[in-house]
Structures are given as structure tokens and as C-alpha cells.
């Protein structure tokens, strides 16, 4: 993730956590906008997880920013549109966590909530407070779907801090868990190896959550 203040890249802990107790070997990518670059990284690499971080520029589904639009990083956005349409061409497992079902499906071809609050309001609590490795709502699981048979629950706990969210489901996608506002918390991109997404954040459970380490070893594993 940038961090415009210090001119920076840095990662959360727990995503490479979470890959490794999964078996999976993280990197952080460079940021770059050099389609080359960034070629040769979806060749070299075995799998991508989208992370959390900035807005997603509202350009990328055709719409102008309302004042409650949060920052941007274009970097970013160019960098892992030229990206994930790479890895999607040469079949390569994806999972994307907050901003990343977010991405995904912006540039599949849906749309967004620019902010929730103003946009979809609700009783649900989807920005919660620390600590973030405590649940804030549930999700319903959508029954025959991959992530439903990977958990083996109609229901799941979730956490939840983003002020974003899908607001037209992209055409290629399907829904995997909503939230009780009928927002969509979970995706999936069929005939493909894997391409998941979820809206809440498995990389702040600890150790030993059994949701969070399913979700990453099966991304490990679509990935060996």
C-alpha cells in the first residue's frame, strides 16, 4: 500500500502472516505503471492478493467523484488494472480482501458505493472501531457457492471497516455472502482457477482463526 505522507510502500503483517501460516511464500510488488514490469511480475508469480488501502478511483467504473470519495492513489489503480487483467488472461489464482472485492469488481465491469453512509445507509456496522479482530456483523453464505462448501456454515462473524462497497455486482462475478443490508460481502469468478474476494478482513484475525486460514490456504493451495 502507498503512504503518500513518507513517500512509501508498506503491508500489514497479517496478510503475509496469513499467506505463510498457509504454506504460501509473500512479496510485496513494486509499485510501477510499466505494462512490461508488470507483465513479467504476473509471470513470475504464482498468485495475487488484492489488499485493503486507498478508494478505487471512481474513473475506473465510469462515474465522477462525489465529495464523500475518499483518497486515491492512480498509481495504484493503474498499476493493478493493467495487473489483474494479466493474471486473469493467464489464469492465475487471485484473492482480494476490502478494497480488493472492491477492484475487482470495478474493473469487471460493475460499480460502487462511493461511501456508504451517504449512499446505501443501514444499521449494519461496516466501520467498526479497534479492535478489528473482534466481529462486527455476520454475512449470510450463499449456498452451493465455493466459499459455503469451503466453511461448511450458512453464517459467518465477520469484521468490517470500509465505508465503500459493490453496488452493482459486475457480470462476470457471483455473489458468495451478503451482509443483513443485502450489501455484497464475498465473490467469485467462475471457470477459472480461483479469483475470490471478500469485504472483511481476514488478515486481522490471529493465528488459529479457522475462517481467515481456510480462506488463505485455499488461495495457497489454488496457487501451488
Known sequence: MWDEEKSSLWMLPGYMDGITRAGGLPIILPLTDDAEEIIQLATICDG????????????????????????????RDRMESILLRKVLEIDKPVLGICRGIQFLNAVLGGSLYQDLP???????????????????HTVELIQETPLAKLLQKESLAVNSYHHQGIKELAP???????????????????????????????????????????????????AE
Open 172 to 222: 462476470a462475478l457471483r455473489a458468495m455472502a451478503r451482509a443483513e443490508d443485502g450489501l455484497i460481502e464475498a465473490v467469485w469468478l467462475p471457470e477459472v482457477r480461483f479469483v475470490w474476494a471478500v469485504q472483511w478482513h481476514p488478515e486481522f484475525y490471529p493465528a488459529g482463526d479457522w475462517a481467515s486460514d481456510l480462506i488463505f490456504k485455499a488461495f495457497v493451495c489454488a
Open 48 to 75: 495475487f492478493l488484492l489488499t485493503g488501502g486507498h478508494d478505487v478511483s471512481p474513473g475506473i467504473y465510469h462515474e465522477e467523484p462525489l465529495p464523500v470519495c475518499g483518497s486515491i492513489c492512480e498509481a
Open 118 to 136: 451517504y449512499q446505501h445507509p443501514s444499521d449494519v456496522i461496516h466501520h467498526q472501531a479497534p479492535p478489528y479482530s473482534v466481529p462486527a
